[in-house]
């Protein structure tokens, strides 16, 4: 798929969240965030002056399209750096309606509001080493698409990352790594490719990660059944930092 291409989602819709439990969830998390962040603003909301409404993208190509074009932006230097005026600000205490979760890694290089050119409320980016699962990502996955009602999930890689580099050190060399920092690296061992030369390995499984996490994502059931209805797509991507170009990951 290139940046201008319809994706063409490969599975589809989950079961829908029963009303009781989002509506929890929503109190929780805007009520929360209505009564504190006026607060924090200084303002009053009765009084406020609420920003028009923004259309976000409401299918996975059109969610696709906006990121290609916003990293189309970042990394040709015309960043609009928007949805960051006090108006949007205002808006976004009531609630969020971002359009695309970003599942990347933690690397200080690839925060995805800036690769995508995208501003507050736009994304749901989430953010473990090396892209790793665990029920903490998966849940906070499953919260942008099952009570957000998102379209688009991307898995996004990227050149010269750090947890791969360890796992595949660690797989070569049969050394221990500290702490926790083990763990990932066996989640990401299923990525490499021992009949690949050494120096290749590491860039091969960053690709690779990125495809089994993307597969693992859409086979969950409550995301698999979306996808089939093409009320989802989820897509693999690796952002290149040399030219800092996002592109697809089949």
Same mark, same amino acid.
């Given at each position: 798929?290139? &940046? *201008? ?8 819709d ?53 990121l ?23 808006? #976004? ?21 800036? #690769? ?11 953010? *473990?080493?090396? &892209? ?12 942008? #698409?099952?009570?957000?009602g ?14 791969? *580099?360890?796992?595949?050190h ?34 091969a ?9 993307? *597969? ?31 592109? &697809?990951?089949?």
């Amino acid at each position: 798929m290139n &940046e *201008s291409s319809e994706p063409l989602p490969s599975a589809g819709d989950v079961r829908r969240a029963t009303p009781s439990r989002r509506g929890l969830l929503r109190t929780a998390v805007t009520g929360a965030a209505v009564t504190t962040g006026a607060w924090a603003l200084g303002a009053p909301t009765a009084t406020a002056t609420p920003a028009p409404r923004r259309t976000r993208p409401a299918t996975p190509g059109a969610a696709l399209r906006e990121l290609y074009a916003g990293n189309r932006r970042w990394r040709t230097f015309r960043e609009r750096h928007p949805h960051e005026s006090r108006a949007v600000r205002t808006e #976004v205490v009531s609630g969020q309606r971002p359009f695309a979760v970003v599942l990347g890694c933690i690397d200080s290089r690839v925060p995805p509001e800036l #690769v995508f050119d995208q501003g507050l409320g736009d994304l749901i980016a989430v953010r *473990s080493a090396g &892209e790793v699962l665990d029920e903490a990502v998966l849940g906070s996955v499953a919260y942008g #698409v099952l009570d957000l009602g998102i379209p688009l999930v991307m898995v996004l890689g990227h050149q010269s990352c750090g947890a791969v *580099s360890a796992a595949v050190h660690a797989d070569e060399t049969g050394e221990t790594l500290p702490a926790h920092i083990q763990y990932l690296a066996e989640q990401i061992k299923p990525a490499i490719d021992h009949s690949l030369p050494l120096t290749a390995r590491v860039d091969a499984a960053v690709t690779a990660q990125v495809g089994l996490v993307r *597969s693992r994502l859409a086979a969950e059931p409550d995301l698999a059944a979306r996808i089939a209805e093409g009320r989802l797509a989820a897509v693999g991507a690796r952002y290149e930092l040399t030219n800092q170009v996002v592109r &697809e990951v089949p």
